[in-house]
């Protein structure tokens, strides 16, 4: 059962370009989170999806991110015009639930983008 | 965003040694779960606690959820060099079919050998 899938693992934009990093979840997962750690740093939540579904993005600036998890496919977070401030690691993470309740949430790799 | 108080934030300690770290906050959770991340790495999960009171070891590592399910605490007995990474605990929430995972800011260990 492949973990979850984050690519790619490495981007460097220009400021002003666009990012876009994908998430395959774990297999059976339906729940999707995306959280942003700079250096040395703690994971900052953003953005909280289900199948076609956004539940939370409480986390996600309110400009120029986005997010989505189509009903077929991975999951984008998608920044528009990059600016230096964005560089940071991404990290996806997936769960499903047991007996109602919040199940383990595994993270992949993560994507680190750099922007020049 | 609401995060959990973990501590402490680093600790240097000899190989051999124990460590303890713990979380607290003001609000209930239903599960606790407790990760390790290396440098360059995503989080790996390490151990998940689903009862109040329930205390859970993997290796050398053991973990408590705490009656009152406000807080967690981890222990790593004998510590060698690989320990060394960031440990974060997350506490879940459940609301109508969402789930809200809310994490601590981490407790960076460093081994000395």
């Known amino acids: 059962n492949a973990g979850v899938m984050q690519n790619p693992r490495h981007l460097v934009r220009r400021r002003g370009q666009e990012a876009r990093l994908r998430c395959s979840p774990m297999k059976g997962h339906s729940h999707v989170y995306w959280y942003r750690q700079l250096p040395e740093e703690g994971l900052k939540f953003m953005v909280y999806?289900?199948?076609?579904?956004?539940?939370?993005e409480s986390g996600m600036p309110k400009e120029r991110f986005s997010a989505e998890f189509p009903k077929e496919g991975p999951s984008i977070l998608r920044i528009q015009q990059v600016v230096r401030g964005d560089s940071a690691a991404y990290f996806c993470?997936?769960?499903?639930?047991?007996?109602?309740?919040?199940?383990?949430?595994?993270f992949g790799e993560g994507s680190r983008l750099t922007v020049l | 965003g609401q995060q959990l108080n973990q501590s402490p934030q680093s600790m240097f300690i000899q190989e051999g040694e124990d460590v303890s770290m713990n979380c607290t906050s003001s609000s209930i959770f239903n599960t606790w779960l407790w990760y390790k991340q290396d440098p360059g790495e995503g989080p790996v999960l390490l151990i998940a606690l689903y009862k109040a009171g329930e205390l859970t070891s993997n290796g050398r590592l053991t973990a408590q959820f705490g009656i009152t399910r406000k807080d967690s605490f981890l222990n790593i007995s004998a510590s060698i060099p690989s320990d060394v990474g960031i440990y974060f605990c997350a506490g879940t929430q459940s609301t109508s079919g969402t789930y809200k995972y809310i994490f601590g800011t981490g407790t960076r260990l460093k081994v000395l050998a």
């Open positions: 993470a997936s769960s499903s639930t047991t007996s109602g309740a919040a199940g383990e949430l595994f």
């Open positions: 999806l289900q199948k076609e579904n956004i539940i939370d």
